[in-house]
């Protein structure tokens, strides 16, 4: 079974960072694609960052230049540093990974967790 599990949300200032982090643990299985997802209340979940296992990354339009996506293949981890946060970046923000599995493939999810910015 794997799951993946979120860390390093909460309230920051405008203008100020945080950095997330998603670990995918379980056995028997690789991952290609891993990346962030964000949603607010009555809205759809947006991509917001992908990296592929080979690197290639790709980015919302709104986050360029200030979000960076970074993972460890050998850990399992993906990881979302976030810089110069705007009150519109404000949501729950989701982990996901393309996982193969002997038999199967499909997508996990985090259970998410929430970014506020306000001053």
């Known amino acids: 079974q794997v799951q993946l599990v979120e860390s390093g949300g909460g309230l920051v200032q405008p203008g100020g960072s945080l950095r997330l982090s998603c670990a995918a643990s379980?056995?028997?299985?690789?991952?290609?694609?891993m990346g962030w997802y964000r949603q607010v209340p009555g809205k759809q979940r947006d991509m917001v960052a992908v990296?592929?296992?080979?690197?290639?990354?790709n980015y919302a339009d709104s986050v360029k230049g200030r979000f960076t996506i970074s993972r460890d293949n050998v850990k399992n981890t993906v990881y979302l540093q976030m810089n110069s946060l705007k009150p519109e970046d404000t949501a729950v923000y989701y982990c996901?990974?393309?996982?193969?599995?002997?038999?199967?493939?499909?997508?996990?999810w985090g259970q998410g967790t929430q970014v506020t910015v306000s001053s």
């Open positions: 379980g056995s028997g299985f690789s991952i290609n694609a």
């Open positions: 990296m592929t296992t080979g690197g290639s990354t």
């Open positions: 996901y990974g393309d996982i193969a599995a002997p038999k199967i493939s499909f997508t996990a």
